[in-house]
């Protein structure tokens, strides 16, 4: 068991000193003992110091999964400050939101992004220098040379740190953007002890130990990213780590690296269940699968108990308690006579406590009573990054988190959410919220009334859906509209159909009922969220 005490870089120091030629991280030609990946996460931390980045400050990173990520999480861990991942999946206006919003003084971008960034340059006011990770794909882009790599020379040119800051449980050091009912991303503040306190939970149920090998599959800009390969760092164990989730090279990946646990997003489980030749590929390695982060249409999820036995974990989590805080584990998923159980979101993890209250009063309510599901657990974020308010909305005086996701809890105190408080869609993996679209798309002359609901897809759990009520004298043209969403919007947040209604339908107080704007797509489903 990790000890409550012990920061990040402590847990760095002490596998570097007593396992220091075993293997650390593996990213694909790339290999790191822990020796190896200690002296650079101190290297990068005394260059970092050297440009003046110091207790406090954030830097940030703009790329696909890259090694040079988890290092600079590891290194701000070391000096004070916090490494602010970007969603690179972002529109170009929301990238610079976040990055303005975390104030960040460096910004890492890999070759994909080098060219974005060089237009984007002049909003970035408070990015001091930009520093390209990556160095092929960026010299082949127009050959100009944007993108070529400056991370090793910047690491090469400086001694280890050997002075770690004296950082406390509730110092962060990772800041993961999750987006808000406003229409604007949070910094949600990942502190040393709650990101191991996370881990320390999940190694105990899911038995994992400094043996296994734990494949980080999912951007390190999701919780599923980079806590997972935290949770992989805290135990020990070897991390092998894809650039980008592809279904097909992921599964290859288990037999040929001896993947004992991973994470997966439904989506991508379902193309994998299609991948030719996916029966025939190894699979005896894998002991845990764990999937969550959107809804898992139930044809997907009996293709892959087929594809892979009983080894599935349902996950139920949040950015704000640094991932899981539920699991529905194999014995539920391959009993027949406890099948109503695979919509549910299982029992609370070790560590943690969830219940449901009523979102008005905030009293406790009793068995399958609906309600708003709270959990309280060591896991917690410190906060939202500058947003003290949104805080104290989330996060009660006596510690619990107000999720936001409506549910019940059943007799055998299983969990099952059926709703979502706060009208967020799950896509794919991806959070959004409606407030984000409405906000854009009440901007075009068109538009007099709009409400955004989810809606169900058979690929991604369920996609955005836009319902207009046309302004006085204007007309709607839906693809014109769409064409205005993508301009602002990240793809994966745009509205994927255009409805256009005479009204929208409120209640007497005037607030729009998106439940019935629900209804019509939701009849006959068993669940519209996981």
Excluded at 6 to 20: D, F, G, K, N, Q
Excluded at 108 to 134: K, N, S, T
Excluded at 149 to 164: I, R
Excluded at 251 to 276: C, K, N, S
């Amino acid at each position: 068991m990790i000890d409550p005490t012990s920061t990040v870089s402590s847990l760095l120091r002490t596998h570097a000193t007593e396992r220091p030629d075993d293997e650390a991280l593996r990213f694909g030609d790339v290999r790191r003992t822990w020796s190896e990946l200690d002296v650079r996460v101190r290297r990068l931390a005394a260059a970092l110091r050297a440009e003046g980045i110091g207790p406090g400050d954030r830097v940030a990173v703009l790329d696909l999964n890259h090694p040079s990520c988890l290092e600079l999480s590891l290194a701000c861990a070391w000096i004070g400050a916090a490494n602010a991942v970007v969603n690179f999946r972002l529109a170009p206006p929301e990238i610079v939101y976040v990055i303005g919003d975390a104030r960040a003084r460096l910004l890492l971008v890999g070759p994909e992004f080098a060219g974005a960034v060089g237009q984007m340059r002049d909003e970035l006011g408070a990015v001091e220098r930009v520093l390209h990770v990556g160095g092929e794909a960026g010299r082949s882009a127009g050959g100009t040379g944007i993108g070529t790599d400056e991370y090793e020379a910047f690491l090469a040119a400086h001694e280890p740190d050997t002075d770690p800051y004296d950082a406390g449980p509730g110092d962060c050091f990772v800041q993961l953007y999750t987006s808000g009912t406003t229409g604007f991303p949070k910094g949600a503040m990942l502190t040393h002890g709650a990101m191991l306190a996370h881990a320390a939970h999940v190694a105990a149920d899911f038995e994992l130990t400094p043996t296994d090998v734990v494949q980080v599959a999912m951007p390190l800009f999701h919780v599923g990213g980079t806590s997972y390969a935290f949770l992989a760092l805290a135990q020990g164990a070897r991390i092998v780590m894809a650039r980008m989730p592809d279904p097909a090279a992921l599964l290859d990946m288990v037999a040929a690296e001896g993947i004992t646990h991973t994470f997966w997003a439904p989506a991508l489980m379902g193309a994998m269940t299609q991948v030719p030749g996916a029966a025939e590929r190894d699979y005896s390695s894998m002991r845990a699968i764990s999937y969550g982060a959107s809804p898992m249409p139930l044809p997907v999820m009996r293709a892959s108990l087929a594809l892979f036995g009983p080894k599935l974990h349902q996950v139920y989590g949040m950015t704000e308690a640094c991932g899981v805080v539920s699991s529905l584990g194999p014995e539920d998923h391959g009993d027949p006579a406890v099948e109503h159980r695979l919509v549910s979101a299982g029992t609370p993890i070790t560590g943690c406590t969830i219940e449901v209250r009523d979102p008005a009063t905030g009293e406790r309510l009793g068995t399958d009573e609906p309600g708003e599901i709270w959990v309280r657990t060591d896991q917690l974020m410190s906060g939202y990054w500058d947003k003290p308010e949104a805080t104290a909305a989330a996060i009660t005086p006596d510690g619990w988190l107000r999720s936001g996701d409506g549910g019940h809890i059943d007799a055998d105190g299983y969990v099952y959410v059926t709703d979502r408080i706060k009208d967020m869609i799950v896509s794919g993996g991806e959070n959004v919220y409606p407030a984000e679209i409405e906000r854009v798309l009440a901007e075009h002359p068109s538009v007099g009334d709009v409400a955004v609901i989810g809606v169900p897809d058979d690929r991604w759990g369920e996609v955005p859906k836009a319902c207009v009520v046309a302004a006085p004298g204007a007309t709607v043209d839906p693809e014109e509209l769409l064409v205005h969403a993508r301009a602002h919007l990240a793809s994966f947040k745009c509205p994927k159909t255009v409805d256009v209604l005479s009204e929208l339908p409120r209640n007497p107080t005037g607030k729009i009922l998106k439940k019935d704007l629900r209804a019509p797509f939701w009849a006959g489903r068993e669940r519209s969220t996981v």
